[in-house]
């Protein structure tokens, strides 16, 4: 069983940054493959980013390549979302996911992980 709590969401100009904090709480963390999605409304959960076990490698969608970094501090059991030069187009609900079921690599398939947080919203103005 795994706990994932979001924060750091808010309000933000076009261009500007916002950091996302997902905190775990469980029995794994250090060996299980985290991952962020988003949800606009009327929209299907997409996929974000995700990042290995221990860090060493990262996916992203490519609508956020080269502006959001994903990143992990396994001795805080914390996830980090990085989000530069943010677009009106990322405004949606940001949610952190854990795949606890050993894999070479991510998915990006929402149905591949296992346990969810609640989301954390991000709106990005004009």
């Known amino acids: 069983q795994v706990q994932l709590v979001e924060s750091g969401g808010g309000l933000v100009q076009a261009g500007g940054s916002l950091r996302l904090s997902c905190a775990a709480s469980?029995?794994?963390?250090?060996?299980?493959?985290m991952g962020w999605f988003c949800q606009a409304p009327g929209k299907e959960r997409e996929f974000v980013a995700a990042?290995?076990?221990?860090?060493?490698?990262?996916y992203y969608a490519d609508s956020v390549k080269g502006r959001f970094t994903i990143s992990r501090d396994n001795a805080k059991n914390t996830v980090y979302l990085q989000m530069n030069s943010l677009k009106p187009e990322d405004t949606a609900i940001y949610y952190c996911?854990?795949?606890?079921?050993?894999?070479?690599?991510?998915?990006?398939?929402?149905?591949?992980?296992?346990?969810w947080g609640q989301g954390t919203q991000v709106t990005v103005s004009s």
């Open positions: 996911a854990v795949d606890r079921r050993w894999k070479v690599a991510a998915s990006t398939r929402p149905s591949e992980y296992d346990y």
């Open positions: 990042i290995s076990a221990a860090g060493g490698r990262t």
């Open positions: 469980g029995r794994t963390f250090s060996t299980d493959i």
